[in-house]
């Protein structure tokens, strides 16, 4: 079945520690997403890419990276300098010409203590 | 002022009742609008565009406003699995494939 997953679904960190989210997709997309949705907020987006080896900053990426070394996979790290880590983080992909249908994995509840 | 403004409801209507949700938009530009459907800690799924003439996809029937920038869904015969949270959502063409999102308002459907 072809579709997206993340993982883990739950993660717990203590604060200071990076963390790297997960996100594979075999739908063929050339374009992924990551998004952080917060209580009360819609959600914002964190970084985007087009093509392989190469992705742009959304509206918040301050204490994020990313990397696009493949096709099907876009992992997020959420570093230390991030203040508010904890979150729901869910990835997206598209397909490059319909980049407004985009189909999102099942999200990462990310705790940070 | 928000970019995609949604009320949070939520909506409690009995199953059967028509309801519907209004979304107002900032960006004059904006060019392209959805409605997507979130179930309570899932994932968001796209649930219809919006078209500028409206458009009609089963029980939804999706509407646009561009002179007073707001978009509309109306559900009708509504049922126990319509209870979810719908998001607003309004893309600018060329705006880097960056979608905004509303915060949604929860609609809860009962018996």
């Known amino acids: 079945d072809g579709g997206i997953t993340q993982s883990p679904k739950y993660l717990f960190r203590k604060e200071g520690q990076n963390v790297t989210l997960s996100c594979e997709q075999n739908l063929n997309h050339d374009a992924m997403y990551w998004y952080r949705q917060d209580p009360g907020q819609g959600l914002r987006l964190i970084y985007y890419s087009q093509i392989v080896n190469d992705f742009q900053k959304g509206d918040i990426a301050e204490g994020y990276s990313v990397s696009r070394e493949k096709k099907e996979s876009f992992p997020l790290t959420v570093t230390s300098a991030q203040k508010n880590p904890t979150a729901f983080y869910l990835c997206?992909?598209?397909?490059?010409?319909?980049?407004?249908?985009?189909?999102f994995g099942p999200g990462t509840r990310l705790t940070v203590t | 002022r928000k970019e995609v403004e949604q009320d949070p409801g939520p909506f409690n209507v009995p199953e059967g009742a028509t309801v519907a949700f209004n979304c107002t938009y900032s960006?004059?530009?904006?060019?392209?609008f959805f409605w997507y459907r979130q179930d309570c800690r899932k994932e968001p799924k796209l649930l219809m565009s919006v078209y500028s003439s409206g458009n009609e996809d089963g029980r939804f029937t999706a509407q646009l406003n561009r002179a007073s920038q707001y978009i509309s869904l109306l559900i009708r015969d509504s049922k126990l699995s319509d209870s979810a949270t719908y998001l607003c959502v309004v893309a600018l063409t060329g705006g880097g494939n960056k979608l905004t999102f509303g915060t949604g308002t929860q609609l809860k459907v009962e018996l």
């Open positions: 997206a992909s598209s397909l490059r010409d319909r980049p407004y249908e985009q189909y």
């Open positions: 960006n004059s530009a904006s060019q392209s």
